[in-house]
């Protein structure tokens, strides 16, 4: 089994939508994960971090931990144009692995 | 400060020919990371370093690629021979140890062809 995965195909959302966006991963172990934004052509970003089981806000952004089921997830309130881009899930166990990522379109 | 630097930004090589990718870190980050981005893989983790000193080397698809970092400030990534498949967007990434989140700030990149 992958150690990060995001199966969900491209999502598209109205402009003003919540976007949900979900990752599992494999080890147990992981202590913290990440949230990066990719644009096309450029390179990966931080949106966000969380360490502990539970919800983290940050401005529109709020990402969600599960530690029992190994899911975390982002979502993505009030959607905009900008938020057009493909989004990567990542585990920190002393090095830090991706996965795939999902490319999310926010329709005008 | 300037963020972490890539060079080249583009590269078209023929198969066979030597490349080297370089990657200056952010000043004072003392980990260096270099991932490798497909559309078919993903972006993968290929080898990182602590202190420049190589950690975990365990994702260099084979012996063909190398990677040095021989001070704080510099580390190159070496494909002899490159391949073909070898064609992908490299990455170089930094970070500071301590930092409780291990945040990576990425490179702009190093498009890689290799006809």
């Known amino acids: 089994q992958k150690e990060v995965e995001q199966n969900s195909g491209p999502l598209s959302v109205p402009e003003g939508a919540i976007a949900s966006l979900n990752c599992t991963y494999s080890?147990?172990?992981?202590?913290?994960f990440f949230w990066y934004r990719q644009y096309s052509g450029k390179s990966p970003e931080l949106i966000m971090f969380?360490?502990?089981?539970g919800d983290k806000e940050d401005g529109r952004f709020t990402a969600q931990l599960n530690k029992a089921s190994q899911y975390v997830s982002l979502l993505i309130r009030d959607s905009q144009p900008s938020d057009s881009a493909t989004y990567l899930c990542?585990?920190?166990?002393?090095?830090?692995?991706f996965g795939k990522g999902n490319q999310v379109v926010v329709i005008p | 400060d300037a963020g972490v630097i890539q060079s080249p930004r583009h590269e078209v090589t023929e198969m066979g020919q030597e490349v080297t990718l370089r990657c200056k870190p952010i000043?004072?980050?003392?980990?260096l990371f270099w991932y490798r981005q497909t559309m078919m893989r993903g972006l993968e983790l290929l080898i990182y370093?602590?202190?420049?000193?190589?950690?975990?080397d365990s994702g260099m698809p084979e012996d063909r690629f190398s990677a040095k970092m021989p001070n704080a400030s510099f580390s190159t990534l070496k494909i002899q021979p490159s391949e073909p498949r070898d064609s992908a967007v490299y990455f170089c990434?930094?970070?500071?140890?301590?930092?409780?989140?291990?945040?990576?700030?990425f490179g702009a990149g190093s498009r890689l062809t290799v006809l």
């Open positions: 990542a585990v920190n166990d002393n090095r830090l692995a």
């Open positions: 370093f602590n202190n420049n000193v190589p950690i975990d």
């Open positions: 000043s004072g980050h003392n980990s």
């Open positions: 080890d147990r172990g992981s202590q913290s």
């Open positions: 969380i360490y502990s089981n």
């Open positions: 990434a930094s970070s500071s140890l301590g930092s409780g989140a291990n945040v990576l700030t």
